[in-house]
């Protein structure tokens, strides 16, 4: 029923705007008002006609969660507070541009698409959840929704059969009628993740094989622990059960994702710090395979030995990063790029959004990169979108990427509370 009762949800946003629309039309039919004020009629396609006569076979009634969507997307839009952002200072390639899809979004971290178009963003520091409407299909939110709060870190957010997970830092939660309003309560799926708030907070998503990946970072800048469960990337059921560690040496991933076509794992990992400006860098990461071990806290990169420890294992001995990226860029969300909008030669290919380094004496990162594949091996790694840093200063920060299903890009941003979308056209 929850799934169906997803689907449901644009069918009703978009009866919602034609029955405006049409209201509009039948009482100035007889003027040409409506021409003046640009408003369109559109009828009821075909299309839309066919799918309400599937879901009225069916037997569904509109359940509370649909009147929710249907009052809300009724009331008032959020208020745009995003004006000021200096978005003529991004550049992209040629063809590309760059727009505000959402404003009023707190320490804006991971995001999860549901398939009745309900955007899901996490957050690391106040504890919020969010749910994003675009009520009229503009490509622009019109309602932001704090759905939770009061939560332990929640970054993570995922959907799977209907229902959200969100990662705490020491538990993941599942809520089965996703809240709207904040009345829904959610059920406890695993807590058996350490507490440490160091590397704590979470990216996780549904793999392939229809398992949760929850990754749990090192409680420290660089460390060896006794306790297996740190510096791993761990996937369970979605009812929390048989949780195992996949991938082991991973110092702290906030963002996967698996190659569209192997349906192998790629995933990001911040380097540790204070090796110096250069030194190390941060990690593309793949794991064709479970029980790897990526280097954490012997070896960084490709070859890089760590001077405290690096002594108790061999580089050799250890998986290396398929691709170094900068340094300290703070490379946090991936994903391959399966749109139809962009250019043919970004089918495919990986886009990083780099958050940005805190403790280099010349700051990098703040942008969004790259890296292009072939034969299933990294050999171009280039910037996409920059700007966000000017000079020493920066005005954004990238968390994490999104692909919508018309193509276009999300890219969340923590320092100016907004979503954007980058889009293509000839």
Known sequence: MMKHTL??????????????????DSSNNSSEQDQGDEISVNP???????????????????????????????????EDTSQNLPLDQIQLPDGFTISIYANNIEDARSMALSKAGILFVGNRQSGKVYAV???????????????????????????????????????VLKYTHIPLDQTASPLTVNDNFPSDGAHGWKFIRFGPDEKLYVPVGAPCNVCQQEDERYAAIHR???????????????????????????????????GRDWLGDDLPPDELNHAPQSGLHF???????????????????????????ARELGPHVAALGMRFYTGNMFPAEYRNQILIAEHGSWNRSIPIGYRITMVKLEDNQPTVYQVFA???????????RPVDVLVMPDGALLVSDDKADVIYRIAYQD
């Open 133 to 171: 409407l675009d009520c009229n299909s503009d490509h622009q939110a019109d309602q932001v929704l704090t759905i939770a709060e009061n939560l332990n870190s929640p970054n993570g957010v995922a959907l799977y059969d209907g229902a959200l997970y969100v990662a705490e830092i020491n538990r």
């Open 386 to 396: 920059e700007g966000w840093l000017q000079g020493s200063e920066s005005w954004g």
């Open 7 to 24: 689907n449901l949800v644009r069918i009703f946003i978009c009866i919602l705007i034609l029955g405006i629309l049409q209201t509009c």
């Open 44 to 78: 009821l396609d075909d299309q839309m006609t066919e799918i309400l006569e599937q879901y009225q076979g069916d037997g569904i009634s509109v359940s509370p969660l649909d009147d929710q969507i249907m009052e809300i997307c009724q009331g008032s839009f959020s």
């Open 295 to 321: 280097g954490f806290p012997f070896c960084h990169g490709t070859t890089t030995t760590d001077p405290e420890f690096g002594n108790s294992n061999s580089c050799s001995e250890l998986t290396p990063a």
């Open 236 to 270: 369970m059921n979605p009812d929390g059960t048989e949780l195992e560690i996949f991938a082991s040496g991973v110092r702290n991933t906030v963002g996967f994702d698996w190659h569209p076509i192997t349906q192998e794992l790629w995933f990001t990992d911040n």
